[in-house]
């Protein structure tokens, strides 16, 4: 008996996906450089289960079925490099590589290069719903050599989350890395939404003065409302949750967070195409600020604000920073299609941008109610340049904007950061202004560097300079944006 597929690397999402093949009627094929984890998995969680444990990479490619299907899960960055030279000399022309980690994208790109190089074909694939999703149907944004899509489509769509109407949280998303790189902008999103619900939550904390039962029954209520959502319901999960003794484990976890990049990346792949991804630049920066607990307990002790005290309508507050929660996230999407549609035309990818709605339908860490409405804004109109030109998404926020700006202004008297909701407003605010003050700034460039600008009496692209002191002459610098 030969596998349907193999997989290297049996960590928490290697198990797990393991698994949820084998539940699905394909045998799989597993190996491990550390190889007494294969010997516990086979015999453990995989007892008398269509498993074939390996020993070598040898016997692990000699188990597979042709064209060989080999997933690898390992840490991402130089042990995919290393794996990958191990297994090609192994590998014969038509055989499938598969990364289903959270991957760089640019390495993608390379190593899809590489294997084509050898005969092979190459899936740079972003996995997302963690150890749950792994197990029980994740979702998988698959890209690289398209060739490879229709032998690994069957597996991929078969152990997917399904959506309630039976659709599967995996499509091919386009060559290169493409795949990888919408899981990345899945991850900033991810961040963004993270921030944003911890920004609401230490409001109601510190400004409100909720105890955690009471913020438990908000996000309870939050969850079935147009906030429902995974992030939601384990935020209120979270907040309900108490030892045996009665601790509220919430109030014990020291308040530094760590990330492994995919947010970073995302920030700084907008800065690279020009698009203002404010909402998650800002939460990538919030993680960053609580790493500096230290230095922010030394400052605490010099550094003051306004005293917190709140005299108001708490549950008109509470209604308000659910309504700013919303707008906020529809501005994080908004955002976050926006550098897709970019890195799209940069890249010359064909992104079907409904179909990532819906493979974010289910599975994934930001699967929520909301992403059904992206689809069917991107399915009336896949041209639309932003989420917030869609009738439905303009209403949205229009509804929500009072209350936006009330929480903002709140959180700004109370003294309590709110770095990523507020981003959302300034960047709505810039994003439906029809001029903003680019012209001082064009002409500030101009007067120290002669960098010239345009007129708003002149036609696009004609360039002109002014000799602002009297002393510069009438050389201009070249023109050029980056």
């Given amino acids: 008996m030969k596998a349907d597929i193999g997989l290297i690397g049996l960590a928490v999402m290697g198990e797990n996906l393991v698994l949820n093949m084998e539940s699905k009627g394909f045998t799989v094929a597993v190996y491990n450089r ?60 038509g055989d499938i590589l598969i990364d289903g980690g959270n991957t760089h994208f640019p390495d993608t790109v390379r190593r ?11 899936v740079g694939a972003g996995v997302s719903g963690g150890e749950e999703g792994a197990l029980k149907g994740p979702s998988i944004m698959p890209g690289g050599s398209q060739a490879a899509w229709e032998v690994v489509k069957p597996i991929f769509q078969k152990i997917s989350a399904q959506t309630e109407s039976g659709e599967p949280c995996c499509d091919w998303v386009g ?38 039962e009471q913020m438990h029954d908000v996000f309870s209520a ?71 607990k230290e230095e922010r307990v030394a400052a605490s002790a010099v550094l003051s604000g306004p005293s ?54 289910g599975g994934c860490i930001i699967r929520s109610v909301f992403l059904g409405k992206i689809k069917e804004a ?47 407003l300034a960047y709505f605010d810039g994003y439906r202004a029809a001029r903003l003050p680019a012209n001082l700034l064009q002409a500030q460039r101009d007067y120290f560097g002669a960098h010239t600008y345009e007129r708003v009496d002149k036609p696009r692209g004609e360039f002109f300079h002014t000799n602002w002191t009297g002393r510069g002459g009438d050389t201009a610098a070249s023109t050029y944006s980056v």
Avoid at 112 to 122: D, H, M, N, T, W
Avoid at 255 to 284: F, H, M, N, R, Y
Wanted: a negative charge; aromatic letters at 8%; one cysteine or more.
């Fill in 34 to 93: 550390t190889v007494e984890k294969v010997d516990a998995f086979v015999g453990g969680r995989g007892a008398g289960k269509n498993l074939i444990g390996t020993r070598s990479i040898e016997e692990f490619v000699a188990s597979l079925e042709r064209p060989r299907k080999v997933m690898m899960l390992v840490k991402a960055g130089a042990a995919v490099d290393a794996l990958m030279e191990q297994l090609i000399p192994h590998l014969e022309e």
């Fill in 112 to 122: 899809v290069e590489r294997a084509e190089s050898q005969g092979l074909l190459y």
């Fill in 175 to 212: 060559e290169g890395g493409a795949g990888h790189f919408v899981k990345m902008v899945h991850n900033g999103i991810e961040y963004g939404d993270m921030q944003m619900i911890c920004e609401t939550y230490q409001l109601m904390k510190e400004g409100l003065g909720l105890s955690n």
């Fill in 222 to 292: 939050w969850n079935q409302s147009e906030l429902d959502s995974y992030l939601i319901e384990i935020t209120r999960d979270i907040l309900g949750y108490k030892t045996e003794a009665g601790e509220a484990v919430i109030d014990s976890i020291l308040d530094t967070a760590g990330q492994k990049g995919t947010g970073k990346w995302t920030a700084v792949s907008a800065l690279e195409l020009g698009q203002p991804l404010t909402l998650i630049g800002e939460a990538v920066f919030a993680r960053c600020l609580s790493a500096l």
């Fill in 308 to 361: 917190i005290s709140f005299d108001g309508d708490t549950a008109a507050l509470i209604e308000d920073l659910k309504q700013a929660l919303y707008a906020s996230k529809i501005v994080s999407y908004a955002q976050g299609y926006q550098l897709m549609r970019e890195a799209a035309k940069e890249y010359g990818w064909e992104l079907n941008n409904g179909g990532i709605a819906l493979m974010w339908r």
């Fill in 378 to 424: 991107f399915d009336k109109d896949p041209t639309l340049v932003n989420l917030l030109l869609d009738p439905f998404f303009k209403d949205a926020v229009e509804n929500a904007q009072a209350s936006w700006r009330r929480v903002v202004m709140k959180a700004v008297e109370l003294g309590i950061p709110m770095p990523a909701i507020s981003a959302a």
